[in-house]
């Protein structure tokens, strides 16, 4: 990303990164599968992979958030700084932001992946750690490998579905008078809550006023707030409609098949 550098001094810095990555240098990371296959894509060779701050993380503490946010927050003293990566727009600010927070990165994980070290001993929990970590690697081939797609069955089970959508639309078009998007929130909106009359529920954004359309809006006014079933029928049927959905995969019927 430096165009200032000299394309040998470019080259040697790559070579030295490859070098060390296929060296039996121990690797830890969080959510190294990822990094790793990414790093496959662009000819990298990764030796020695001993562990994962995010699967310890699912050993120690299975109720909490595994994301490195949060682990940091836990394990060390660093201040937040994902933002420095996630708002970094390379037009506005210096590339030497983005590997100070890669550089942070690095740091963070490892000081969570030593204090979770630490705490796998006290609470011993080496076994189940080391079968994890065994885990990681057949996950990792079956995802390389994919899987094994019936075409056949699969047509079947589009035109399945193509029917339910089909069905479940048909009776709520006919319920609201009108063809209805349910992937529009705001059509979604105008109909729960202007035409069924339901009790507004808003979200306001950059001084922007919308309706709430949710799943879990949708889910607490037919169980806790509507009184009348023909209207809870309603919501459970635009929730129904859009899990169809999202297994077909697409949009709206008519719409060309998906490649699954």
Same mark, same amino acid.
């Given at each position: 990303?430096?165009?200032?550098?000299?394309?040998?001094e470019? /080259?040697?810095?790559?070579?030295?990164?490859?070098?060390?990555?296929?060296?039996?240098?121990?690797?830890?990371?969080?959510?190294?599968?990822?990094?790793?296959?990414?790093?496959?894509?662009?000819?990298?060779?990764?030796? $020695?992979?001993?562990?994962?701050?995010?699967?310890?993380?699912?050993?120690?503490?299975?109720?909490?958030?595994?994301?490195l946010?949060? %682990?940091?927050?836990?394990?060390?003293?660093?201040?937040?700084?994902?933002?420095?990566?996630?708002?970094?727009?390379?037009?506005?600010?210096?590339?030497? +932001?983005?590997?100070?927070?890669?550089?942070?990165?690095?740091? /963070?994980?490892? +000081?969570?992946?030593?204090?979770?070290?630490?705490?796998?001993?006290?609470?011993?929990?080496?076994?189940?750690?080391?079968? %994890?970590?065994?885990?990681?690697?057949?996950?990792?081939?079956?995802? $390389?490998?994919?899987?094994?797609?019936?075409?056949?069955? +699969?047509?079947? %089970?589009?035109?399945?579905?193509?029917?339910?959508?089909?069905?479940n639309?048909?009776?709520?078009?006919?319920?609201?008078?009108?063809?209805?998007?349910?992937?529009?929130?705001?059509?979604?909106?105008?109909?729960?809550?202007?035409?069924?009359?339901?009790?507004?529920?808003?979200?306001?954004?950059?001084?922007?006023?919308?309706?709430?359309?949710?799943?879990?809006? %949708?889910?607490?006014?037919?169980?806790?707030?509507?009184?009348?079933?023909?209207?809870?029928?309603?919501?459970?049927?635009?929730?129904?409609?859009?899990?169809?959905?999202?297994?077909?995969?697409?949009?709206?019927?008519?719409?060309?098949?998906?490649?699954?």
């Amino acid at each position: 990303h430096d165009h200032s550098m000299p394309p040998m001094e470019r /080259a040697l810095i790559w070579q030295l990164v490859w070098d060390m990555l296929a060296s039996p240098m121990p690797k830890v990371n969080q959510n190294i599968k990822f990094d790793w296959m990414r790093l496959q894509q662009h000819g990298f060779v990764v030796n $020695n992979i001993i562990g994962d701050t995010m699967i310890r993380a699912s050993t120690l503490y299975p109720e909490f958030p595994k994301g490195l946010d949060f %682990l940091t927050r836990i394990y060390t003293d660093i201040g937040y700084y994902k933002d420095e990566g996630k708002e970094y727009d390379p037009r506005i600010h210096d590339f030497n +932001r983005m590997l100070l927070y890669n550089a942070k990165d690095c740091v /963070a994980t490892l +000081r969570v992946y030593n204090g979770q070290e630490k705490e796998i001993k006290e609470l011993h929990l080496q076994k189940i750690n080391t079968h %994890l970590q065994k885990a990681f690697f057949v996950y990792k081939r079956l995802e $390389n490998r994919g899987i094994s797609i019936d075409f056949e069955q +699969r047509d079947k %089970l589009i035109d399945k579905y193509d029917q339910l959508i089909s069905l479940n639309e048909g009776a709520l078009d006919a319920l609201a008078g009108r063809r209805l998007n349910i992937n529009s929130p705001n059509q979604v909106g105008a109909f729960v809550y202007e035409d069924l009359k339901c009790p507004k529920r808003l979200k306001y954004t950059n001084e922007k006023v919308s309706y709430k359309t949710g799943k879990v809006d %949708l889910e607490e006014l037919y169980i806790n707030v509507i009184e009348d079933k023909d209207v809870a029928d309603v919501l459970k049927k635009i929730l129904i409609i859009r899990k169809l959905y999202k297994t077909r995969q697409r949009n709206r019927p008519g719409a060309p098949r998906a490649s699954f």
